[in-house]
């Protein structure tokens, strides 16, 4: 009954952006830390971007300046904003709940969604 969906990837040319969204429902959202994740192939999944509940951000030092996570407890979104897109970028991006206070990263996601994939290319 749980259940995140992510949507809003697609196939961009580098400086591109692009905004990712995921609907959440089943949980008390706004008690959940929430993060962006994404795997590449080849590659282990990493953490992207976090939100706490309380709106404090933590980001991956290849995004910084580039992404900005969000989110709307009333309507139990959370979103990535994704700017000046590089070809490193491309992964499938995965939204993630964890229970509050676990550190950040895909151990600690309780929840995932299905991913949504991202392609930067020219």
């Known amino acids: 009954q749980v259940q995140l969906v992510e949507v809003g990837g697609g196939m961009v040319q580098p400086g591109g952006s692009l905004r990712l969204s995921c609907a959440v429902s089943g949980i008390i959202f706004r008690l959940f830390p929430m993060g962006w994740y994404r795997q590449a192939p080849g590659k282990q999944r990493e953490l992207v971007a976090g939100?706490?509940?309380?709106?404090?951000?933590k980001y991956a030092d290849s995004v910084k300046g580039r992404f900005t996570i969000s989110r709307d407890n009333a309507k139990n979104m959370v979103y990535l904003q994704m700017n000046s897109l590089k070809a490193e970028d491309t992964a499938v991006y995965y939204c993630g709940a964890q229970p509050p206070f676990t550190t950040w990263g895909p151990t600690a996601v309780t929840y995932w969604g299905q991913g949504t994939q991202v392609t930067v290319s020219s």
């Open positions: 939100i706490t509940s309380s709106g404090a951000t």
